[in-house]
């Protein structure tokens, strides 16, 4: 049986990958617009298109999707959005699937992916992590991100998380950018992806059904940077934590 379940498994992520890459080619071409919109109007028509294409993409491969909290959003100034990172099929369906535009922090490395980073890089801002300058200069553009009245949407474990803690530490990016902007934090949290689409083992895909839930927002009044980070880590655990598994 074990067996016979790999097999599918592995088939559904096939038929997964092509899916993919064949909308992407449809899609490609209504990007091509993004190269002559100016901000913020950019970002926003990105965020359509892409849900468009990931609302396709996510029906073809056989899963559902649902976000709960949506009413957060609701009359509340731009915001710095943290995210947990199981996947990745976290990537292409957080930035269109939130309630607002946005843009998030990405590794350098993915404009390099043909295509789908040459899509991704324009609702990104873009930073290689080994480089000094590039992480300076990327916490600059996203202090201008928030500026420009769109939401910055961060992964704050950095990559995958791969084990069996509900997430991994957090690093200080997003919680600095809150302290320094006056900018709240808004906690959300991923749920099934990793049964999903896990890491491990590799082209392994498992259709069901996707939940994105979105936490009240804290604001970094009366917080130090690292009191922050640990209040937000303390929520997004303890909430994983309860409702992972829940039909």
Known sequence: MKIIKNIIA???????LL??????????WFYLLCFI?????KTRYHRRVSQ????????????TFSVKGKEVFD??????????HNSLIDIPISTPFLPRANKTIAKKSFVYVPLFGWIYQFASVLVDRKDHNSRKLSFDKMVYVLNNGLDMLIYPEGTRNKTNAPLKSF?????????????????????????ILPAKPILYFTPGKID???????????????SLKQAVWDIMAKYYLENKGKK
Not at 10 to 16: G, K, P, Q, S
Not at 19 to 28: D, Q, R
Not at 37 to 41: D, K
């Open 212 to 226: 994105m839930h979105i936490l009240p927002a804290i604001y970094p009044q009366g917080h130090t940077k690292d």
């Open 37 to 41: 919109i100016p901000e913020p109007y």
């Open 19 to 28: 899916v993919f890459a064949s909308t992407m080619f449809i899609f490609l």
């Open 52 to 63: 468009v294409w990931m609302g396709l993409f996510l029906f073809l491969s056989g899963c």
């Open 10 to 16: 592995r088939t559904l992520a096939i038929w997964a």
């Open 75 to 84: 009359d509340m100034e731009n915001a710095i959005v943290v995210c947990n």
């Open 171 to 195: 690093y200080d990016g997003a919680f600095k950018l809150s302290i320094d902007t006056h900018k709240p934090i808004i906690p959300v949290v991923l749920l099934n992806t990793k049964k």
